[in-house]
Nanobody, 129 residues
Framework: QVQLEESGGGLVQAGGSLRLSCAAS????????MGWFRQAPGKEREFVSA????????YYADSVKGRFTISRDNAKNTVYLQMNSLKPEDTAVYYC??????????????????????WGQGTQVTVSS
C-alpha cells in the first residue's frame, strides 16, 4: 500500500511559479516511478510529468516542457513539480501517482494513467490572466 498526499497548490498570476509536493508513505519510495497528472474542468485527465525511481529519467508533456521540472528526494519520500511561467491553461487539479508495478519505464508507458496504481487526492492550481 502507498499513501500519497499533494500540497503546494494555490492561486497565482500568469507568469508566476508554484512548487507542488507529493509526500508518500508505505512501500519503499525509492523502488517505484512517480508521475504527475492534471485534470481541468470538463476535460480528461492528462499526463504532465514523470520520474524514474532513481530520478535519473524524467518525462514531460510537450505543453509543459521547458517550464516544469520534476524531481524527487528519496530520503524524504517526496516528489516535486516546480512549475514556472504558468499560464491560465495550466489551471487544473494536479494529482501525483505511483507506479509500483512498473518494472521498466519508458516514454510511452509513463504517460498512461493505467500504469499507476496509487493516486493522491489532488491539489488545485489556478492561474489567473
Amino acid at each position: 500500500q502507498v499513501q500519497l498526499e499533494e500540497s503546494g497548490g494555490g492561486l497565482v498570476q500568469a507568469g508566476g511559479s508554484l512548487r507542488l509536493s507529493c509526500a508518500a508513505s508505505g512501500r519503499t519510495f525509492s523502488s517505484y516511478a512517480m508521475g504527475w497528472f492534471r485534470q481541468a474542468p470538463g476535460k480528461e485527465r492528462e499526463f504532465v510529468s514523470a520520474i524514474s525511481w532513481s530520478g535519473g529519467s524524467t518525462y514531460y508533456a510537450d505543453s509543459v516542457k521547458g517550464r516544469f521540472t520534476i524531481s524527487r528526494d528519496n530520503a524524504k519520500n517526496t516528489v516535486y513539480l516546480q512549475m514556472n511561467s504558468l499560464k491560465p491553461e495550466d489551471t487544473a487539479v494536479y494529482y501525483c501517482a505511483a507506479a509500483t508495478q512498473l518494472d521498466a519505464i519508458n516514454a510511452r508507458l509513463v504517460r498512461r494513467g493505467a500504469e499507476y496504481d496509487y493516486w493522491g487526492q489532488g491539489t488545485q492550481v489556478t492561474v489567473s490572466s
